[in-house]
């Protein structure tokens, strides 16, 4: 079964610089993706980025990209140049997808972020 | 487009009560999903619909039934809450996925914070 942890309850970085979020997953699914998730205070969750298994370069999307690696089952998330309202909580979810199912998502505990100015 | 609507936005039950969280998504996506998130747990799948007119068993099911009314519609019915169900809601949606094509991203609504007394 797919399983994700997020070993960082919380997570402080001053304002402008670069921060990473730590993931670390299992699965038995040999096509696989990771995908990461934002959940300011209001409460709403924000597609952030997404990188398949099969992808050779690491997800980049604005200041967030992905440190993918494979060997290490490990799918980080990179925050460059951090601003004030990347203060959030930051989910890692792989997908899990039965037999002629369509997929579910397992998350992870999450990691909440505070950008000090 | 709205993407992924759900209402009420809060709810405040007596143990024993009923009521339906409604969602609907304009995006012709094929696959809706229910989630609750608990403090410290991430988020939960208690069912899913993978197109119209069927439904499935998530991870957390018991105490929830679900209806796909229609391609735009899922609705998630608490026949008599208990306070073990208080939690936030999420409705998500989602092309199906294609395996070829890779995964595809599950797109959120604002949530439904209930309370169970």
């Known amino acids: 079964a797919q399983k994700i942890t997020q070993t960082q309850p919380g997570m402080f970085v001053q304002e402008k610089e670069a921060v990473t979020l730590d993931c670390t997953y299992d699965t038995s699914d040999p096509s696989y993706g990771l995908f990461w998730y934002k959940q300011p205070s209001s409460g709403e969750m924000i597609f952030l980025i997404y990188?398949?298994?099969?992808?050779?370069q690491n997800a980049t999307e604005g200041r967030y990209s992905l440190n993918f690696q494979k060997a290490r089952k490990s799918a980080n998330l990179v925050i460059s140049a951090s601003q004030l309202g990347d203060s959030a909580m930051y989910f890692c979810?792989?997908?899990?997808?039965?037999?002629?199912?369509?997929?579910?998502?397992?998350f992870g505990k999450g990691t909440k972020l505070t950008v000090n100015p | 487009n709205a993407g992924v609507t759900q209402t009420p936005k809060f709810q405040v039950l007596k143990t024993g009560q009923s009521m339906t969280l409604q969602c609907a998504q304009d995006m012709n996506h094929n696959s809706m999903y229910w989630y609750r998130q608990d403090p410290g747990m991430g988020l939960r799948l208690i069912y899913y619909?993978?197109?119209?007119?069927?439904?499935d068993k998530g991870e957390v099911p018991n105490g929830y039934n679900v209806s796909r009314l229609n391609k735009r519609e899922f609705s998630l019915r608490l026949e008599s809450a208990a306070p073990s169900q208080t939690s936030v809601y999420f409705c998500a949606s989602s092309e199906v996925g294609d395996e070829q094509r890779g995964t595809d991203t599950q797109y959120f609504g604002p949530g439904t914070r209930l309370t169970v007394l």
């Open positions: 619909s993978a197109s119209e007119g069927t439904t």
């Open positions: 979810a792989i997908p899990r997808r039965p037999q002629g199912g369509s997929e579910k998502l397992v």
């Open positions: 990188q398949g298994s099969y992808d050779q």
